[in-house]
């Protein structure tokens, strides 16, 4: 299996950080594979390495109808060889994103909210033949974790400190694991693109990550996942626009307003370095086009 990567590093010269004297550069995650993208394909990394160790020949996995990581495990399903089949949250739909995971050969399954909440039993209950791997929601797991670690060991200079958009926390939790590895100064910060994002505490202590190894901002989830607001849009296509580096409303777009508004508000010292992960997910756009 070959995972290797093709990521850059790029400084965005906005106004705003010359002015507060701070470097803002971007690690391009989202250039790593258009479909199999950023995080997704880190955390899928170990997991399908795991998975064909085991010899199993049937990657099952779960999430909502717009998620990044069903279309990442159906095309490095499609790309591997391995066969792939997603429970969906909610009632039967189509969409872009579902059309594509189609495409690349994964049978859907819809279930309702509530049989959805017990992913063990789901899996249990349709999957008798051995041949099938479990693989969590958004690619939770302490492998897809290790593979997000080892982001920090490619990059080659230092910073003082790495931002990004959290969900389950793992790509975080791996960063932050990444940090004290390969980076021992530089401080992770997590921004959550959910509402209450003070349950991210407990999720990442449960992956075995301190709570001084990060800090979270929880303050830039506009209203909620998947919720946007006029604010953040306009604030994606000027970024967008005066950078060429594509954003969406659903996390790096919230990300990197946090970014924005934490170095206006002097919350990083003049001189310091910053890395901001693009995480990807650009497919994300495909249900967002009308609010641009
Ligand atoms: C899934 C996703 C995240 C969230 O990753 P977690 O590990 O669940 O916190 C962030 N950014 C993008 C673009 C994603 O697709």
Redesign the pocket.
């Known amino acids: 299996m070959d995972f290797s990567t093709y990521s850059p590093v790029e400084e965005l010269k906005l106004p705003l950080f010359e002015k507060k004297k701070v470097t803002v550069k971007v690690k391009r995650d989202d250039m790593m594979h258009p479909f199999i993208?950023?995080?997704?394909w880190r955390?899928l990394k170990h997991t399908l390495k795991d998975a064909q160790e085991k010899q199993k020949t049937k990657l099952v996995t779960f999430g909502g109808a717009w998620s990044?990581?069903l279309l990442a495990t159906a095309c490095a399903g499609a790309k591997f060889g391995f066969q792939t089949k997603a429970f969906i949250r909610g009632e039967e739909v189509n969409n872009p994103v579902l059309a594509m995971c189609k495409i690349f050969g994964m049978e859907l399954r819809f279930v309702d909210r509530t049989t959805y909440r017990n992913k063990e039993s789901i899996f249990s209950h349709h999957e008798t033949e051995n041949e099938a791997y479990f693989i969590d929601e958004?690619?939770?797991s302490a492998l897809?974790m290790l593979g997000?670690s080892e982001l920090m060991a490619e990059l080659d200079e230092d910073f003082d400190h790495v931002v990004?958009?959290?969900?389950?926390?793992?790509?975080?939790a791996g960063i932050s694991k990444g940090c004290q590895q390969y980076m021992p100064n530089c401080k992770t910060h997590g921004i959550p693109?959910l509402k209450g994002g003070n349950f991210l505490y407990d999720d990442i202590s449960a992956l075995g990550i301190d709570l001084n190894a990060y800090s979270l901002h929880l303050d830039y989830h506009f209203g909620g996942y998947a919720k946007s607001t006029p604010t953040l849009t306009s604030f994606i296509k000027e970024v967008s626009s005066t950078t060429g580096v594509l954003l969406?409303t659903?996390?790096?777009g919230k990300a990197f307003y946090g970014l924005c508004d934490l170095v206006e508000n002097d919350y990083f010292a003049p001189g310091q370095k910053i890395l901001f992960i693009h995480?990807?997910?650009l497919t994300?756009l495909l249900g967002m086009y009308e609010k641009f």
Not at 164 to 172: P, V
């Open positions: 993208s950023g995080n997704k955390k990044n990581h958004g690619g939770r897809g997000c990004l958009a959290c969900g389950t926390g793992t790509t975080l693109v969406e659903i996390y790096t995480t990807g997910g994300g």
